[in-house]
């Protein structure tokens, strides 16, 4: 796991939405501007964090991250399972 580098729970969510420029096109029925979310569950809501730009590539590594980390989890799990089936 120590090889696994940094990690953030939630999925990915790509859309489209305006900026915050009155004169920009995206106000006037022009193409709106694609942003990246992060989102996850909290107490049953979802929860969504806008993902700058500049950090889209480094957050996308990290949720792939988390997703292997679920994995090595689930197996470690697995395995501690069938140590205890093999103790009854």
């Not at 790509?14 to 709106?32: E, L, M, Q, S």
């Not at 889209?56 to 090595?72: D, P, Q, S």
Request: charged residues 30%; contains cysteine; glycine residues 6%.
């Amino acid at each position: 796991m120590r090889q696994l580098g940094p990690w953030v729970e939630g999925t990915l969510v790509a859309t489209a939405r305006r900026c915050g420029k009155k004169n920009c096109a995206c106000h006037h029925d022009g193409p709106k501007h694609p942003v990246l979310f992060l989102t996850w569950k909290e107490f049953g809501k979802t929860v969504s964090l806008y993902i700058p730009r500049a950090m889209e590539a480094e957050v996308r590594i990290w949720a792939e991250h988390y997703k292997k980390l679920k994995e090595l989890i689930r197996r470690a799990s697995e395995a501690q399972k069938q140590i205890i089936r093999l103790r009854d």
